[in-house]
């Protein structure tokens, strides 16, 4: 049986500690996005041509969205978890009668609550810059959902396995940053010359900004099916490193 009364603490006390640094998650990242909006959507958008009849204005915002939610999701989750193993009270959270399924229900339903109101206020945010509609909105909000908690689970996984606050910057600074650069925020994969446009495809964010533009345009880079099972793909293989580390202590019990 599961504990709700846990689960809602730990997203309780997750939120909370989102709420306590608004200025860090969410105004330094909606301040980045709209100089993005800027530069991209409103002084050098007028000047590109329509991509697959989207406005390039419009066109960047579901990249510019998951550039936003992948660092920030990640980072957040990677920090909540590394903090308490930093000060000793992870101790309290192993010792209490908490199971993975609350722990995990906690951390990545407080996860996906932090996504959701990121992405409201980007997209209202956006509003300022450049006209755009949604082909899919409950579709859109499940797939930022599901993004966030796959993520979060991540940031779960790198912050158990960072032993130094070097570590826990290096992922998303040096690999989902670039990634997500390259993955298709500012272009689609189809402008790309060959073999460009095939070695694109080696980049898993590719699949996530396409699945995340085809529920705001109905069209992407690749089929949004593929993108769909990519990102249950990696959810399940996070789920499952958890649940072995829990099992195991790997880097809690130390």
Not at 177 to 205: E, H, Q, R, V
Request: proline share 4%.
């Amino acid at each position: 049986m599961i504990s709700w009364r846990s689960t809602w603490s730990i997203y309780t006390r997750e939120l909370m500690r989102f709420l306590r640094t608004a200025f860090q998650s969410v105004l330094a990242p909606v301040l980045t996005t709209s100089l993005y909006f800027i530069v991209f959507g409103a002084a050098i958008g007028g000047r590109m041509p329509d991509l697959g009849g989207v406005d390039y204005g419009a066109f960047i915002i579901p990249g510019l969205l998951m550039l936003t939610l992948l660092g920030e999701t990640t980072s957040n989750s990677s920090f909540g978890i590394y903090m308490p193993r930093f000060t000793g009270t992870i101790y309290e959270l192993l010792s209490a009668p908490v199971g993975v399924a609350e722990t995990l229900i906690g951390f990545v339903g407080a996860a996906m609550t932090k996504s959701l109101i990121l992405a409201t206020i980007i997209l209202l945010t956006a509003r300022l810059f450049v006209d755009y509609s949604i082909a899919h909105p409950f579709l859109a909000v499940f797939y930022i959902m599901l993004v966030a908690a796959a993520f979060s689970l991540f940031g779960f996984i790198l912050g158990i396995w960072a032993d130094n606050f070097e570590k826990l910057g290096i992922i998303p600074m040096l690999f989902l940053t670039p990634l997500t650069f390259l993955g298709g925020t500012f272009y689609s994969i189809d402008m790309l010359p060959k073999p460009w446009d095939t070695i694109a495809l080696a980049n898993p964010i590719v699949y996530l900004v396409s699945g995340l533009r085809w529920t705001f345009y109905g069209s992407g880079d690749v089929d949004i099916w593929i993108s769909f099972s990519i990102t249950l793909g990696f959810l399940a293989v996070c789920v499952g490193v958890i649940a072995y580390i829990f099992k195991t202590g790997w880097r809690l019990r130390v």
